[in-house]
Nanobody
Framework: QVQLAESGGGSVQAGGSLRLSCAAS????????MGWFRQAPGKEREGVTF????????YYADSVKGRFTISQDNAKNAVYLQMNSLKPEDTAMYYC??????????????????WGQGTQVTVSS
């Protein structure tokens, strides 16, 4: 049974940092697209950043480029999201997600079959 277990998140002031973790289990294949979506109240879910496990591929939404960094630890089947210089507009529920393939550009939630439980990130001004 595939599972994505998220940890991290919390509340910080603007300019602060947070780190999210997502541990994957139950997969029968090693290479997959993994990353994070986020959803703020009243807004659509948007793709934030993605990577292909076992490769150097990364994608970042324009809104987080230069501030967020996705990384992976293949020995632990985990991906991490380091969020620096956080802004109030980063406040959202963040969801780890996995798909068989990355599209090579902006990702849509409909392409992702596996989801974590979500973790709240709140940035105060």
């Amino acid at each position: 049974q595939v599972q994505l277990a998220e940890s991290g998140g919390g509340s910080v002031q603007a300019g602060g940092s947070l780190r999210l973790s997502c541990a994957a289990s139950g997969y029968t294949y090693s290479r997959r697209c993994m990353g994070w979506f986020r959803q703020a109240p009243g807004k659509e879910r948007e793709g934030v950043t993605f990577t292909i496990t076992g490769t150097t591929y990364t994608y970042y939404a324009d809104s987080v480029k230069g501030r967020f960094t996705i990384s992976q630890d293949n020995a632990k089947n985990a991906v991490y999201l380091q969020m620096n210089s956080l802004k109030p507009e980063d406040t959202a529920m963040y969801y780890c997600a996995a798909a068989r393939y990355c599209s090579g550009g902006r990702e849509h939630e409909s392409n992702f079959a596996d989801w974590g439980q979500g973790t709240q990130v709140t940035v105060s001004s």
